[in-house]
């Protein structure tokens, strides 16, 4: 079977539309990641020992599964305890919280990086501990993060055709229901490819320019 | 009340088909990720190309999408896979060019000393590698691939959705029949995180054995 131009024009609009839905999961999705990693970040290091250990294992169960059976969970089980969640809200939970888990080592870090003196200065010129956080504590840890999460942003940004199990009509799903119409697969799924290829090393671009600007987070 | 052992048969010959892609996958991954990862470092410009090249395209794009490639696009060029075959081919392809930038990382962060050291003991390039850098790099990038395991293991879900019958194909199948959706998905979601933790637990002991003769030698 050869490659169509003409075919590859007709199905641009549709992928486009796919493309755009992608796009609003990993940005939806980012968010979301973010608060939820912050959240378990700080569920961790809190000194309630139940909240801590519940905390970190569920992060730990979320992170050693495949986010496929956790869409499907979030999809196909939640609808019978009575939450119904349609496909691109599930899409998005299931992202945020699986990615959730990786954001919130990257907090850790962040947070364990810096220095120890700088809790004790706090201390030591009397500011309470909101202050100490606001004031002190996260804008020094923030700057390292931040090429660290992006490079999660770009990977969660990599799993979103899974989606397409779930039956949101992003990137992927639009391929492949053009493709079954059709039934021609080279050009739908060869520019899925593209898409994610062209898209993917704009991001790393972006990401050595976040690395030099930011720094990277030493180990 | 549903005959749940028969069901459960099913999920444990899912379980097993599972775990053999996990195994074929890792094989593949292992050798590309040695094949990539030297190329990286080779001094011969063609092969430092082709190694990037396939680092990048195969970490730019995601999973879902080279496994639907080799799945639906090869067979128009004339190669015809069964899905086991894309299966594992895409995975060990996938998660060997991760593996590779571990294979490189760890090959140069032994110190400049070590090969200084080869030169002076008068040993080739190749020799050096075999009996001095790679022993005490092996023991880095050990750590990084049994995370890279993990994931192959998580990603071994995507191949449900080309009809072979893992663990989430037989979860669905299971949803099918019995209509019930919390027992099968709970279910492999456990014996997907049970399996995460033999192989970090697996990983953590081939550490420990590993590490035995090189006590004197790491700093």
Known sequence: MEWDWNFVWEIMPTLIQG???????????????????????????????????TVGFLAEFIRGTPLLVQLYFIFYVLPDIGI???????????????YGTYTAEVYRAGIDNVPRGQWEAAKACNLSARQTWTHIIIPQAIPPMIPAL???FIAMFKETPLLSAITVLELMN??????????RYIEPITLVGAFFLVISLFSVVLLRWLERRYGKIER | MTQWSGYFGLILQGALVTIELTLMGSVLALFMAFLAGMGRLSRFFVLRALATAYIEFFRGTSIFVQLFWA???????????????????????????????????AI????????EACTALNLGRWQGMRHVILPQALLVMLPTFGNNAIELLKATAVVSLISLTDLTFQAQVVRAQTGNTLVPFT????????LALLISWGVRSLERRMARGLDGVRA
Request: glycine residues 10%; hydrophobic residues 55%.
């Open chain 1, 19 to 53: 493309v755009k839905i992608t796009i609003l999961a990993t940005l939806l999705g980012s968010v979301l990641a973010a608060i939820v990693g912050l959240g378990i970040a700080l569920a961790r290091r809190s000194p309630n020992k139940a909240l801590s250990r």
């Open chain 1, 84 to 98: 119904l969640l349609p496909p691109l809200v599930a899409g998005v939970i299931g992202l945020g919280l699986h």
């Open chain 1, 150 to 152: 992006a490079n999660y």
């Open chain 1, 174 to 183: 639009q391929a492949k229901s053009v493709a079954n119409t059709y039934y």
């Open chain 2, 71 to 105: 799945y639906f696009v090869l067979p128009f060029i004339g190669v015809s896979l069964t899905p086991l075959q894309a299966g594992v081919l895409a995975l060990g392809l996938n998660v060997g060019a991760y593996a590779a930038e571990v294979v490189r990382g």
């Open chain 2, 108 to 115: 140069q962060s032994i110190g400049r000393e070590q090969y």
């Open chain 2, 187 to 194: 279910t492999i979601l456990i014996i997907y995180f049970i």
